[in-house]
T-cell receptor, first 116, second 111 residues
């Protein structure tokens, strides 16, 4: 079945630095991908919709200059957390819409970001 | 008011019992209803996907949707300790995958 691969699974970075998270669709093309964030003991909250070849659409309250999303190809979307701060420490996860032949939304494995 | 309400629990049940989970929602535009299971520090895993009102059964899992009441449920029969996880309801207005999640209910099945 379709698989979404996310990398890295864990990352620790220093405050003020930037970190990039990759989300790849391995055996299908995804013109759209979704990025979610989950703080400890909270639910997944949609951050933005990544669109191949165009600008991402951000949810209300999400800083687009801080969370840079690039969807340069049909199989890769990236989320860059710029000038990270400890409050950005969270679980970030991407998903891809169902393929034309199915109805399953595919999630990546998620990335744990810790900013120290 | 949140669009999707779900009791965070924890919900503790003995092994073999039926686990009953539910969510309520306020937006009548939601048409797709899903239940995900999430183990600690892992991504969510799809358990059930329903589109219309009614019941859907898959093994030990039964999902119910009542659009008129804006209420969805998930039942887990013959619960096992391995079912201990957080269960999230997720709703969508379209089939494209933009999901609105509930808070998640932590379930603990004790041996």
């Amino acid at each position: 079945g379709a698989v979404v691969s996310q990398h890295p699974s864990w990352v620790i970075c220093k405050s003020g630095t930037s970190v990039k998270i990759e989300c790849r669709s391995l055996d299908f093309q995804a013109t759209t991908m979704f990025w979610y964030r989950q703080f400890p003991k909270q639910s997944l909250m949609l951050m933005a919709t990544s669109n191949e070849g165009s600008k991402a659409t951000y949810e209300q309250g999400v800083e687009k200059d801080k969370f840079l999303i690039n969807h340069a190809s049909l199989t890769l979307s990236t989320l860059t957390v710029t000038s990270a701060h400890p409050e950005d420490s969270s679980f970030y996860i991407c998903s891809a819409p169902p393929t034309p032949s199915g109805n399953t939304i595919y999630f990546g494995e998620g990335s744990w970001l810790t900013v120290v | 008011q949140k669009e999707v309400e779900q009791d965070p629990g924890p919900l503790s049940v003995p092994e073999g019992a039926i686990v009953s989970l539910n969510c309520t929602y306020s937006n009548s535009a939601f048409q797709y209803f899903m239940w995900y299971r999430q183990y600690s520090r892992k991504g969510p895993e799809l358990l059930m996907y329903t589109y219309s009102s009614g019941n859907k059964e898959d093994g030990r899992f039964t999902a119910q949707v009542d659009k008129s009441s804006k209420y969805i449920s998930l039942f887990i029969r013959d619960s096992q300790p391995s079912d201990s996880a957080t269960y999230l309801c997720a709703l969508s207005t379209d089939s494209w995958g933009k999901l609105q999640f509930g808070a998640g209910t932590q379930v603990v099945v004790t041996p």
